[in-house]
Every structure is written in structure tokens, then in C-alpha cells.
């Protein structure tokens, strides 16, 4: 049994909220918030299906609140976090700091130099027929295949990241996270 199998009961209950998280990934955390409120004797799914029958409206209503306000907590730390972050990015934006401007973009055109670099050696080896060379860098692939990876990565994270403080420039804030829709979900619920 788990969590996702009192899911319907507790909806039918008048917790829809907390039933839907039941049934979802988050479905642990409601499960511990529901067993506290029905004072389950242990925080299982077995021992709360037990203790649901007996269960007073009360107390599922009061578990219904608390995933509310759980939820809410949460989403209040992310929108600090957030906001946090987006002063920064400003912050950043708008410092004259050559180092903090130019480091990113410098960083993407010495990489792309030393692909080219590298192709070029490549390209020189294969005419000229120099086949040590070339069996040294074919040895080596396993070592570019790694140093690579991580240097575009990071190249990827800068791109996503450069992209993500333009359009806070350009808005004022950031896109709404998974988070953010989920309160403004649960807030359009509880106001409906």
C-alpha cells in the first residue's frame, strides 16, 4: 500500500489539496501531515487508512489546512529565494565591472578558439599524414570527451543563465517556477 491509495478516500473526505498531493510526489510529506492530524499511531499509509473511517471532518479539515500552509511556506521561501536571485542578476547587470561583465562571453569565445584550434591540428595531421599526432589525440578522446563535457556545460549554464537575467531586465522578474503556479493554484482554489 502507499500513499497514492487513499488519494480518492481523501478527497471524497473534503480535502481535495492534500488527496491530490497524496496521489502525486509530494505524496510522503501529506501523508505525514495527514497522520499527525487524524493522530494516526504511526505516519504509514496502512495506519492511516485505519484511522480514516473514524476519522472526525474535523480533523481532515484541519489536515487540509496545514498541507495549505505548508505549501504556502514553501512557496513564500522560493519567492525570497527568487527575488534574492533577481536583485543580483540587477544588481549585476547594472555593475560597471568589466571582470563581471565581459567574463562570460570571453569564456565562450576561448572555448569555440580552442575547438577550431584543435580541428585545425587535426585537419593539418590528416594532410601532412602525421600519424603519431594523430594517435596521441585519438588515445586522448576518452580525456576530450570529459574536459569538453564540462567546459560546455558550464557554457550551457552561462547561456541559460545569461538568457534568464535579460528577460529579468527586460520584465522585472523572473519566469514563474513549478511552485509559484501550484500557490497561485491553491490560492484561485480557496477563493473560488
Known sequence: ????????????????????ALGGPLGGAAGQILASALGAPAATPGAVRAALPAAEPARVADAEARWIEAIR??????????????????AEIAS??????????????????????????????????????LNAVMNATALFVAYWGFRFGVLGVYIS????????????????????????????????
Open 73 to 90: 511556506a514553501e512557496a513564500d521561501a522560493q519567492r525570497t529565494a527568487i527575488s534574492e536571485t533577481q536583485a543580483t542578476m540587477r
Open 161 to 192: 543563465g545569461r538568457t534568464r537575467e535579460k528577460v529579468c531586465a527586460a520584465t522585472g522578474r523572473d519566469s514563474p517556477g513549478v511552485l509559484d503556479r501550484l500557490v497561485k493554484a491553491v490560492t484561485r482554489t480557496k477563493t473560488g
Open 96 to 133: 560597471e565591472d568589466a571582470v563581471q561583465r565581459w567574463w562570460r562571453p570571453l569564456y565562450a569565445f576561448e572555448l569555440t578558439f580552442e575547438c577550431a584550434a584543435l580541428w585545425a591540428v587535426l585537419m593539418h595531421e590528416f594532410w601532412t599524414g602525421d600519424v603519431v599526432t
Open 1 to 20: 500500500m502507499n500513499w497514492a491509495d487513499l488519494a480518492r478516500q481523501v478527497i471524497g473526505l473534503g480535502a481535495p489539496l492534500l488527496g491530490t
